[in-house]
């Protein structure tokens, strides 16, 4: 099983600033990771697929780069609704596994 | 509008067994891959089984291999998901999801499991 490991956990930033998340494979993934974003009390919203492919609706302010074991998630400028818990997921082999989350905290 | 509404959860005690729902409407649900994906309260999320667009091919992860069944009938648009042999972990919100990318999800159905 593909172990990701995300860092930090919590992330304290204010609205305005760029922030940076990070996603660590426990074995190569290529590029396919995606990013998901998660606010209280909502199901999760897929916002980065195949490493850096936004999705449909997603703000340019998000973007993902990567490849390997190593990835990132960055949000530049950050809104009021940015705040939230984002997980990166691996879609490379079976069990389709998630990382533990980051807090993107105010 | 595109829309997934998962159905079935509730409080039961372990070894127990429940069947969720999830159905899908505003999309050809045949064409699409479907996921379950569970979070207990408070935690992270946790990839639980994918069906084919045909229902032939499943995956699970192995913690519940064995004892739950991913099914779907595209004639209804719905998915199920039947779990037996409950058990204190498998509680949590499960919710269901579109496509291998989860470009959609349901709010989710909560199970309970406990004595």
């Known amino acids: 099983e593909i172990v990701l490991t995300q860092s930090p956990a919590t992330l304290p930033a204010s609205p305005g600033e760029r922030v940076t998340l990070s996603c660590r494979a426990s074995q190569s993934l290529s590029s396919t990771l995606a990013w998901y974003q998660q606010r209280p009390g909502q199901p999760p919203r897929l916002l980065i697929y195949?490493?850096?492919t936004r999705a449909t609706g997603v703000p340019a302010r998000f973007s993902g780069s990567g490849s390997g074991t190593d990835f990132t998630l960055t949000i530049n400028s950050l809104q009021s609704e940015d705040f939230a818990v984002y997980y990166c997921?691996?879609?490379?082999?079976?069990?389709?596994?998630f990382g533990q989350g980051t807090r993107v905290d105010i | 509008q595109v829309q997934l509404v998962e159905s079935g959860g509730g409080v039961v005690k372990p070894g127990r067994s429940l069947r969720l729902s999830c159905e899908a409407s505003?999309?050809?649900?045949?064409?699409?891959?479907m996921h379950w994906v569970r979070q207990a309260p408070g935690k992270g999320l946790e990839w639980v089984a994918i069906i084919s667009i045909d229902g032939r091919n499943n995956f699970y992860r192995d913690s519940v291999k064995g004892r739950f069944t991913i099914s779907r009938d595209n004639s209804k648009n719905t998915m199920y998901l039947q779990m037996n042999s409950l058990r204190v972990e498998d509680s949590g919100l499960y919710y269901c999801a579109r496509d291998e990318l989860g470009d959609v999800w349901g709010q989710g159905t909560l199970v309970t499991v406990s004595s």
């Open positions: 195949y490493t850096s």
């Open positions: 505003g999309f050809d649900f045949s064409a699409y891959a």
């Open positions: 997921q691996q879609y490379h082999s079976w069990p389709r596994t």
